[in-house]
């Protein structure tokens, strides 16, 4: 029937085994793809509404050198950004380097010696440890003097509010919520629950700041978080909302005030969001955010997929075949190193880029035990594209996300089960 397009993945290594494992895995999954599909389609009709809201204009896509004084293309970019979270105002700029940058200048410039950040969902990703001074860093919040408080996930992932409630005191200035799960295999928080926690947090102190990191999240759901009371949202610009085209970036959209103190951050106090060149990455940065909910439906559907597969396989994954999905990070516990890394290697043997390489495990700065990542990336570490990593430790899980178009993500994960029948973990 479909000997053709067999045929041609016979010829990209993927044998007549795998290709049935994955053709009848698909099948099952056409009714859930229909409502990623309508979730893409009214946020890409909320992207484009605030685009033309925005008046983005064809001068918007130059950009400007230098100190960046009235730079129309970066300032109605970030009006775009606000328009979309629905917030006062935003901050969205090259400078900002990546998700942690983002993150970490949301923390610095809203937080005062003697003020204590809480973070109520547990243990936040890997290189906010640094950042807060969870684990001992140069720059941290703990050396100038601000404490940090967490209050775990009950089992099965519940909101400890009881503690919450005696965690929050005086100093209390400001609470993070990471949406997604991280290095984790806890579930990635809905927005819905999201906004329950925020809702009951500012019935206790309503003058902390609710910060929630964004990452992996954006255009999942039709809400964000700051549509349910967040006073900041934060992410990185290589992940969905860059639809692959950003090559660097970070946003913060928020209340003027806290954008505002970011901005003072990043640059200097005096000087603030005046200042900061857009260089010539402005069409790839408007052109991404126009391409992000349909590339993020595509990396959904590829999370989907992988998760049903390995499931089938006898696999740990989180969020499991049948959840509702909340971010486009797939987990599979593997149980093994040798699971991790084959799984990365098959991942990385799918890549546009960097298909002939083999990754390996590395101490990778901010993470406290090694790391396997496998990305062919058009923009380096971007995890939009199809990509996959792992800490070499148990339970061995491997977190696998992105996937430009469907199609793509779907040849990767064939890839990686191909690679672990090819080592002799699985058999089809
Ligand atoms: C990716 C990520 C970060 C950090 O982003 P980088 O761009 O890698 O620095 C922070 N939090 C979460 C939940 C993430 O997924």
């Known amino acids: 029937m479909n000997t053709e397009i067999q045929n041609i993945y016979k010829e990209l290594g993927i044998s007549d085994k795998v290709y049935q494992f994955s053709a009848e895995i698909l099948d099952g999954l056409s009714e859930r793809f229909k409502e990623i599909d309508k979730n893409a389609e009214y946020n890409q009709l909320k992207v484009v509404k605030a685009m033309q809201d925005s008046r983005v204009s064809e001068a918007c896509l130059l950009g400007t050198t230098g100190y960046g004084y009235n730079d129309l293309g970066r300032d109605t970019l970030e009006a775009v950004y606000a328009s979309i979270f629905h917030t006062e105002d935003a901050l969205v700029r090259p400078q900002i380097t ?16 003697g003020d204590e950040l809480l973070s109520p969902v547990g243990k936040p990703y890997d290189t906010l440890e640094e950042v807060i001074g969870i684990r001992p860093s140069k720059g941290s919040l703990a050396e100038y003097g601000i404490t940090y408080a967490q209050v775990d996930l009950l089992e099965n992932g519940v909101f400890d509010y009881e503690n919450i409630k005696r965690a929050i005191n005086e100093n209390t200035r400001l609470v993070t919520i990471q949406r997604s799960k991280g290095y984790q295999t806890r579930p990635t928080l809905s927005v819905r629950r999201i906004g329950e926690l925020i809702s009951f947090i500012k019935r206790i102190k309503p003058d902390v700041i609710c910060m929630v990191d964004n990452c992996y999240g954006e255009f999942v759901e039709r809400l964000e978080p700051s549509d349910v009371g967040a006073d900041m949202v934060v992410g990185s610009l290589i992940k969905n909302p860059g639809g692959g085209l950003a090559p660097i970036g970070g946003y913060i959209a928020g209340k003027r005030e806290y954008v505002e103190n970011a901005a003072y951050r990043l640059t200097a106090p005096g000087l603030g969001r005046e200042v900061g060149a857009s260089l010539g990455i402005l069409k790839d940065l408007y052109q991404g955010i126009f391409l992000a909910p349909t590339v993020t439906a595509a990396a959904l559907k590829g999370a989907i997929f992988a998760a049903n597969a390995y499931e089938r396989l006898g696999f740990r994954v989180v969020p499991d075949g049948s959840e509702s999905r909340h971010d486009i990070i797939q987990a599979v516990e593997l149980g093994s190193p040798e699971g991790v890394v084959a799984f990365c290697r098959g991942i990385q043997s799918a890549a546009p880029v960097d298909s002939f390489v083999a990754p390996e495990p590395w101490d990778m700065p ?29 339970p061995y899980a491997v977190y696998f996300q992105g996937g430009l178009t469907f199609e793509h993500a779907r040849f990767g994960i064939m890839k990686s089960l191909q690679s672990l029948a090819d080592a002799g973990i699985v058999s089809f």
């Open 98 to 113: 990546c998700g942690t940058h983002a993150l970490a200048l949301a923390l610095m410039s809203n937080l005062r010696p």
């Open 366 to 394: 901010g993470y406290d035990s090694k790391v396997i990542m496998a990305a062919g990336a058009f923009v380096s570490g971007s995890s939009i594209e199809l990509s996959a990593d792992g800490p070499i430790k148990p």
